[in-house]
């Protein structure tokens, strides 16, 4: 307990800033603009699956399978919410904690694989779910679920805590994601100071060591991948609810791939780094919606770029930025420790 | 649709062109212990080329085919000395990522170049064959011996050939390899090479029976990593057999079961082989 008091830093400035920027800032320059804000709302969704691509890449492991944890939390959210009618607050954690319980599950025989041959089991999952999903009648079969409620006002006597969500305003879904995304990163920040977090790390650099040393490494595995789909799941409850529709072709293998691309291009090795590759590369194909055919081509090129030539990643630039930004920067960077560690493992 | 005999030719037919497009994959993988994911996007150029050369310029099919042989190989030898060289040694996960932005990048060119929509080529062998009671289109028996014969020379070249066996060598121990003279460099400009080739070649074959756009290969890669993993993943003699029955399985679920559940069955089947016994039939025993 004194430990984890110890390890709490207060908030550095750059990370006050850019919520300040995040939360404040850009809903109210945006508030009118529903396509950029349906873009944030994307990011926000995204960045959150993409840091918890790097919470289970920090026990060593490479997956592809987040989507699968998506789909779980947004087909729990919506039997939930349409069939048994609980209201959208409760659906939320129940749906993260579906997903926890679906990766424990999963994961036990999952994690005693190593290397490729998880990734590719995790890329199998998702596609396993998917034509489950499309095979299976209750869970809509290739219709998905449509008309899922958005989510209720929440109010206190004569005082709204929640407006209600309407389909004409994206603001209280951007705040809500943005909330959450916030917490994910507060969540993720704290286990890595903590001591599991170390044990993960200790994990990652050779788990053969790890286990001689009596860690139980995959019990450990198991945890970083329910903890990952927990928030996986909470993502893809709020997608169900944003989108009011979805079938099982909604979600795709390549979302997960794109998870990890956004994740290893932002840096694995920093906490902020999938945000950073998210958010950047979200833009990034935006934008070059102006070069129409060269759309595709300009974001690969950009990859290569990146993946030749940053193997830590775009966060890894902080290391050409002056000693004062990386001071402030030291939460976004996920150093908690005064030795310096290198980019990506 | 059919009797029992014409799915198993189809099931042959289609398994043998699946073994073709795993087997490169296969090769760079037992080499380089990597995954490329742009696999499948150099069979769809294979099948460009041939819509182009066969399918416009009516040059001669089996011309065709070689210049899709020698011209993906060309290919294979650049994109390892230009861009996968760099990244030896650096574990897996880079590798992945570099052919994933390479893959998209081939689909975006492939998009520009030749648009969004599904190409056609009409078959270059017209006719049909009757064996016993099975009729089946003279297309599909050329494709099937082509595989055939492409496959017993990759076998031949690996077991035989000083080259091929030396890439086994380098497959197996690479510190021993190195002990030995081998030149990773050489070899692995060789592997990207044939690997590259025979993709090239798979859907130049695959092609005129089917069709070629611009995401085949997105679709195709799924395909890919379920034959390697059946068959074993860096085992060559495996990823046949994974492709053989890659071909067998799709082949009868989908002429005899509802078309949800044949995906199901298959990847589900999959999933089980990872858990129950990683390495499939016959793959190598200890990765990473």
């Known amino acids: 307990m004194i430990n984890t008091i110890k390890n709490l830093r207060p908030l550095t400035i750059a990370t006050i800033v850019l919520l300040l920027v995040y939360l404040v800032a850009i809903p109210l320059l945006f508030r009118d603009n529903k396509y950029v804000l349906h873009v944030f709302i994307l990011c926000s969704q995204v960045s959150i699956v993409a840091i918890t691509v790097r919470g289970i890449f920090v026990c060593g492991e490479l997956t592809f399978g987040q989507v699968a944890f998506v789909m779980v939390g947004a087909y729990s959210s919506a039997i939930l919410t349409t069939k048994a009618g609980l209201p959208f607050w409760f659906a939320l954690p129940l749906s993260g904690i579906l997903a926890a319980m679906f990766a424990s599950l999963v994961g036990f025989p999952m994690l005693r694989l190593k290397g490729t041959y998880f990734c590719i089991s995790s890329l199998i999952l998702t596609e396993v779910l998917k034509h489950a999903a499309k095979a299976l009648d209750f869970l809509g079969s290739n219709k998905g679920f449509y008309g899922i409620p958005r989510p209720s006002a929440i109010q206190i006597g004569t005082f709204t805590l929640i407006p209600e969500f309407t389909p004409y305003d994206r603001l209280p879904y951007y705040f809500l994601i943005a909330l959450l995304l916030v917490i994910t990163v507060a969540a993720f920040w704290r286990l890595d100071s903590s001591p599991p977090g170390r044990v993960f790390r200790a994990i990652q650099q050779d788990d053969g060591l790890a286990a001689s040393l009596g860690i139980n490494v995959i019990w450990y595995k198991i945890k970083a991948f329910a903890i990952s789909a927990f928030f996986a799941g909470l993502v893809g409850s709020f997608s169900a609810h944003y989108m009011t529709v979805f079938y099982p072709e909604s979600f795709s293998v390549w979302d997960s791939i794109h998870y990890v691309l956004y994740a290893f291009i932002g840096g694995m090795g920093y906490l902020g780094g999938p945000i950073v590759g998210t958010f950047a590369l979200t833009w990034l194909w935006e934008f070059l919606h102006a070069a129409a055919g060269l759309q595709m081509v300009v974001f690969a090129a950009v990859i290569i770029v990146v993946i030749l030539f940053l193997p830590g990643g775009l966060f890894s630039l902080e290391k050409f930025l002056p000693l004062w930004w990386t001071r402030l920067t030291r939460i976004s960077r996920g150093k908690f420790e005064k030795e310096k560690s290198n980019g990506s493992t | ?288």
């Open chain 2, 1 to 288: 649709m059919g009797s029992l005999a014409q799915v198993i030719t189809n099931s042959l037919v289609l398994g043998l062109n699946y073994a073709l497009l795993g087997l490169g994959f296969t090769l760079i993988f037992s080499i380089m212990r990597v995954v490329n994911i742009a696999h499948a996007d150099l069979y769809m150029l294979g099948g460009f080329i041939v819509f182009y050369l066969f399918g416009i310029f009516n040059v001669n099919y089996f011309l065709v085919l070689l210049v899709v042989l020698a011209g993906l190989a060309c290919v294979g030898v650049v994109l390892e000395k230009f861009l996968f060289r760099r990244l030896r040694g650096q574990g897996f996960a880079g590798f992945m990522i570099l052919s994933l932005g390479l893959s998209l990048f081939i689909e975006g060119v492939a998009l520009i170049v030749f648009g969004e929509r599904e190409k056609g080529v009409d078959s270059p062998f017209t006719g049909v064959v009757t064996i016993g009671s099975v009729t089946f289109g003279l297309e599909r028996l050329m494709m099937m011996l082509i595989s055939i014969a492409l496959i017993a020379a990759l076998f031949y070249f690996l077991r035989r050939v000083k080259r091929g066996q030396a890439m086994r060598a380098l497959a197996q121990d690479a510190e021993a390899a190195y002990l030995q003279g081998i030149d990773i460099n050489r070899m692995s400009m060789l592997a990207f090479a044939i690997g590259v080739g025979l993709a090239g070649v798979s859907g130049a074959l695959l092609t005129p029976i089917s069709f070629v756009s611009y995401n085949i290969g997105s679709f195709l890669i799924l395909k890919c990593f379920v034959m390697v993993v059946l068959g074993g993943l860096g085992s060559i003699p495996g990823c046949v057999i994974g492709g053989l029955l890659l071909g067998f399985i799709e082949s009868f679920t989908l002429t005899y079961l509802p078309g949800a559940y044949a995906y199901l069955i298959i990847f589900g089947l999959v999933f089980l082989t990872l858990l129950v016994r990683p390495r499939g039939i016959m793959g190598i025993e200890e990765l990473q």
